[in-house]
C-alpha cells in the first residue's frame, strides 16, 4: 500500500557498456556413463559406471553491449532486473533530454565495471566451453581465455524511482524509464513464513513420527513411505516459498 502513494521520481542513472570478443582454449575430462552386466553369487547383474576421458576444443563469443550499473547508491540486483534497453535508440548527449529529469553522475569507475563485465563475459565462455562436451559430466576443467575488440560507452538511462519506508526499513521500486517494466522490494513477515514452513512440513513429521511406532509392531512400512513423501513435497514447497521471499525482501 505504501509503495502505490509513493512518490515516483524520474532521473537518468549512468551506466557503463562494453562490447568484446572472448576466444577460449578448453580442456577438461568428460565422463561418459557405461552399463555392463556381471555374473555375481550366481546369477547376472547390472551395474553403471563412469568411464573418464580427456576432451578439448576452442569457444568464441562476441558480446554487445553488456550493461554495467555506474552507481551504487541504488540496489544492484533491482537496476538488473530492470535494464532490459533497447540501446539501439541511444542518442549522442543533449541538455534538452535532462528537462524535467534529474541526472547522476557515475561513481563506479571504469576499471571496476570494466571488471564486473569481463567477470560476467568470462562465466558466460565458460558456459559455453561446457555446452561443447560430449556430456554434462565435467571434471578438471581448465580454460585460457582471451579478449579482443574490446570497447565501451558511457551512457545515461531513464529511471523512475520511488523510496518508501516500513518498520524502519527502506525499500525501493523502479520502473525502466522506456520499457515500462517495473520492479521493487517489499517486506516479509519472516514469523508468517517460519508458521507457513512449519505447517507444510508438520504432516510429513507427524505422519513419520506414526510410522516408527507402528513399525515397533511389525507394521508401518506403508505410513513410512506416505511420510517420506510428504516430507519431500512440503520440503520443495517451503524452499520455493522461502526463495520467493528472500527475493523480495534481501535486495
Known amino acids: 500500500k505504501m509503495a502505490r502513494v509513493a ?23 568428460v565422463g561418459d556413463t557405461k552399463t555392463e552386466r556381471h555374473y555375481s553369487n550366481g546369477e547376472w547383474r ?77 562465466e558466460e565462455t565458460q558456459s559455453t566451453c ?7 559430466k565435467i571434471r578438471n576443467m581448465s580454460m585460457a581465455l582471451d ?20 518498520q524502519d526499513k527502506t525499500y525501493q521500486v523502479m520502473i525502466n524509464g522506456q520499457t515500462g517494466e517495473i520492479t521493487g522490494q517489499r517486506p516479509v513477515d ?11 512440513l508438520a504432516p510429513g513429521v507427524l505422519a513419520g513420527l506414526l510410522a516408527i511406532i507402528l513399525l515397533l509392531v511389525g507394521v508401518g512400512v506403508f505410513v513410512g513411505i506416505i511420510a517420506f513423501i510428504l516430507l519431500i513435497i512440503g520440503g520443495i514447497i517451503s524452499a520455493v516459498i522461502v526463495q520467493k521471499a528472500m527475493e523480495m525482501d534481501d535486495v
Not at 512518490?7 to 575430462?29: C, M, N, Q
Open 7 to 29: 512518490e515516483f521520481v524520474g532521473i537518468y542513472l549512468p551506466f557503463w557498456t562494453f562490447d568484446a570478443t572472448t576466444r577460449a582454449d578448453w580442456r577438461a575430462e
Open 46 to 122: 547390472t551395474r553403471t559406471r563412469t568411464v573418464w576421458k580427456w576432451e578439448s576444443g576452442r569457444a568464441r563469443r562476441d558480446f554487445d553491449d553488456v550493461l554495467v550499473p555506474g552507481t551504487a547508491r541504488l540496489s544492484n540486483v533491482l537496476l538488473g532486473r530492470i535494464q532490459h534497453y533497447d540501446l539501439r535508440q541511444l542518442a549522442p548527449y543533449e541538455p534538452k533530454y535532462l528537462a524535467g529529469l534529474y541526472a547522476q553522475a557515475y561513481d563506479v569507475l571504469l576499471e571496476q565495471a570494466w571488471e564486473t563485465a569481463r567477470q560476467q563475459m568470462r
Open 130 to 136: 561446457r555446452s561443447q562436451a560430449s556430456t554434462s
Open 147 to 166: 579478449f579482443a575488440e574490446e570497447s565501451w560507452r558511457y551512457v545515461l538511462l531513464p529511471v523512475y524511482v520511488a523510496v518508501y519506508m516500513t
Open 190 to 200: 519472516w514469523t508468517k513464513i517460519s508458521l507457513v514452513v512449519a505447517a507444510l
